[in-house]
């Protein structure tokens, strides 16, 4: 190989290595989570919103997708390779305008529907921000995982990139895009290459007799004590 032709090779393997970032990898093979795009009027996409525009509806997605990957910067920190927090931050100041915009959106959906989820009635800012507030806590209660937190976890850290990279007023785009497999990544899952499970087999291999009156000082079985010695076992016929 010449010199030319191994740079050349290096180079091809570095833009393959740039092409897909590395991140922590739990099982040989991950769950498949994907699921089509979503509107945020489906069943479990978003906390419930009775009488909402499409346009409510997309600033509660994009609003429940923030929340998730807040959620993920915080349960997440056991795998620093999946970069949560760092991701969640750049997040956040790249693209505050339009999460600003969609508070407000849902701020004045809350006010001009009175007892619309929450537990405070009547119309005007202070239910708007009453009603919001609820909304945000029933939001992030659904996302705190713990049995499904692997899949959760690279599920939310893969979003995170690509919502990192998304040019700025599109992440209600992504939210739609992505958001029902999110929701799935909250169902347990394991391995998918290769199937496992615990089983009790029959017979158990014995485990040697340690108590003290069995043993004399020179480390000696007392037979006469302890009967015939139970070890080793004997070899399966």
């Not at 069995?214 to 016929?237: D, I, L, M, V």
Request: aromatic residues 10%; positive net charge; glycine residues 8%.
């Amino acid at each position: 190989m010449t010199v030319r032709q191994f740079a050349a090779g290096a180079v091809l393997a570095a833009a393959v290595a740039a092409a897909t970032p590395a991140t922590a990898q739990f099982f040989l093979q991950s769950h498949d989570f994907s699921g089509g795009t979503v509107k945020g009027d489906e069943p479990g996409m978003t906390v419930p919103l009775p009488g909402a525009t499409s346009a409510e509806y997309k600033a509660a997605l994009a609003w429940t997708m923030r929340s998730a990957l807040n959620l993920a910067a915080l349960q997440c920190q056991f795998e620093p390779t999946l970069h949560t927090v760092e991701t969640y931050n750049a997040i956040l100041k790249d693209h505050d305008a339009e999460f600003d915009k969609d508070q407000a959106t849902l701020q004045k959906y809350y006010a001009r529907t009175p007892g619309a989820g929450r537990a405070t009635a009547g119309k005007g800012s202070k239910a708007g921000q009453a009603g919001f507030d609820q909304f945000g806590t029933r939001t992030y209660s659904a996302f705190a995982v713990v049995s499904a937190q692997y899949g959760f976890c690279q599920t939310a850290a893969a979003v995170g990139r690509e919502a990192l990279f998304a040019p700025r007023g599109t992440f209600g785009d992504l939210a739609e895009r992505r958001m029902r497999q999110l929701r799935n990544s909250l169902v347990p899952a394991g391995e998918e290459r290769f199937p496992y499970y615990l089983t009790r087999t029959s017979t158990l291999t014995p485990l040697p007799r340690l108590d003290a009156q069995c043993w004399n000082k020179k480390s000696e079985w007392q037979a006469g004590k302890c009967g015939a010695q139970n070890w080793p076992p004997a070899a399966a016929g």
